[in-house]
């Protein structure tokens, strides 16, 4: 039986990574990546091609005609790109619908929210998904829960740093909403099993590992660590404030990560820590597909197994790429009060402290 060609954009990334990894375990799959020109000498993008992985250099932001041409007898498009660049994959769903792709996996991957208002974030990939339905392109929209790999808080003692991307030292509201966890490991062996089946066709999936409120988290990794933490608790109404900031600023310029990166984390800690929609229930409301009743026999990584990795030690950090330089970290030195993505990514800023920071 002749294989099924899939085409990743975003290999190098961290949930593009992780899908590399599910689908390079899996025989069935021949793997191409679309990699832009300046990212193919990438670490990342070479160790894939070692094993197995075959490149084609695109740029999402190139002409059609060559999109259509990186397509050209593909199966299935997976596309893992990151928040600024959602809309790049409109011309993306065009070229597919030309070269005849037989399913179209935009980048969802994010939490379970209503569309229309909640989060921006969830908002650009709607539009995306308005596109592929006027093109009728067969899709699959998979979403995924919280991280493990953000769900955590820091230890006082400093042991969890090194995998660590932020102090995440904030519980919102009351910490009792409960939401839905998935190691980002398991992602890509979901999306193997995902693609592989005709239940999934032009439906939306959602892939979580288990259920869990920001309390519990606390609880298991003090019990874990035997360290107490700090909780810091984060009122609706801080919350509310921030995202009205955060929306405020960035109307002008919403593709300005200064301006959206704030934004998209306030009405994160809105949806899945206020309203609770990061939930299986909500998911089924919603219309979704639930992995776990699709595949019965899948064996996620267990949460406290992955939290006592992170206590031994052992655990892999992620966007440790795009850590920011020594230089910058004294320019710039993380505090305490930051619950954010912003220190690694992107040196934080006086504008961005003043934004999200109140
Ligand atoms: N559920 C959760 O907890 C959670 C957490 C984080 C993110 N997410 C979701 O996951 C999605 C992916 O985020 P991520 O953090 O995994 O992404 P990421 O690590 O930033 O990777 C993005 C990838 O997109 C590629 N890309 C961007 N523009 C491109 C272009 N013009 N042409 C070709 N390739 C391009 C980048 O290529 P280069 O290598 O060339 O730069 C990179 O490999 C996001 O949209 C977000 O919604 C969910």
Not at 324 to 351: C, G, M, N, W
Request: one cysteine or more.
């Amino acid at each position: 039986m002749s294989k099924t060609k899939v085409l990743l954009v975003g290999a190098a990334g961290e949930t593009g990574g992780s899908i590399a990894n599910g689908l390079l375990e899996n025989p069935i799959f021949e793997l191409y990546a679309l990699v832009r020109p300046r990212s193919v000498q990438k670490p990342a993008i070479v160790s894939l091609q070692d094993r197995g992985m075959q490149i084609r250099r695109c740029d999402l932001k190139g002409p059609e005609e060559s999109l259509t041409e990186a397509l050209e007898g593909i199966d299935v498009v997976i596309s893992c790109v990151g928040p600024a660049e959602q809309q790049d994959q409109i011309p993306l769903a065009k070229a597919a619908k030309r070269a005849g792709v037989k399913r179209f996996v935009p980048c969802g991957f994010i939490t379970v929210a209503p569309p229309g208002g909640i989060m921006w974030l969830r908002d650009e990939k709607e539009t995306v998904y308005n596109h592929v339905k006027q093109l009728r392109l067969p899709y699959t929209i998979i979403d995924v829960g919280w991280w493990y790999q953000l769900s955590y808080p820091r230890l006082e003692s400093g042991r969890a740093d090194y995998a660590m991307t932020s102090a995440n030292n904030e519980i919102v509201g009351d910490g009792n909403t409960p939401m839905g966890l998935t190691d980002l490991r398991d992602i890509g062996r979901y999306v193997a099993r995902i693609i592989d089946d005709e239940r999934t066709l032009n439906k939306m999936v959602y892939a979580y590992n288990t259920v869990k409120t920001q309390n519990e988290i606390y609880d298991l990794l003090e019990e874990i660590s035997e360290e107490k933490i700090q909780r810091n608790y984060i009122p609706e109404e801080s919350v509310y404030t921030r995202v009205l900031a955060a929306r405020q600023s960035s109307e002008t310029y919403p593709f300005d990560p200064v301006k959206f990166i704030p934004r998209y984390l306030a009405e994160y800690q809105l949806s899945w820590g206020i309203r609770g929609d990061n939930t299986p229930e909500n998911a089924k409301y919603l219309g979704y597909l639930i992995a776990k009743d699709l595949y019965p026999d899948f064996r996620p990584v267990d949460f406290r197994d992955y939290l006592e990795t992170v206590v031994r030690g052992t655990a892999k950090g992620v966007y440790t790429d795009r850590m920011v330089s020594k230089v910058h970290q004294r320019a710039f030195p993380r505090t305490e009060s930051t619950d954010s993505l912003y220190t690694r990514i992107f040196p934080r800023t006086e504008s961005s402290d003043s934004l999200y920071m109140r």
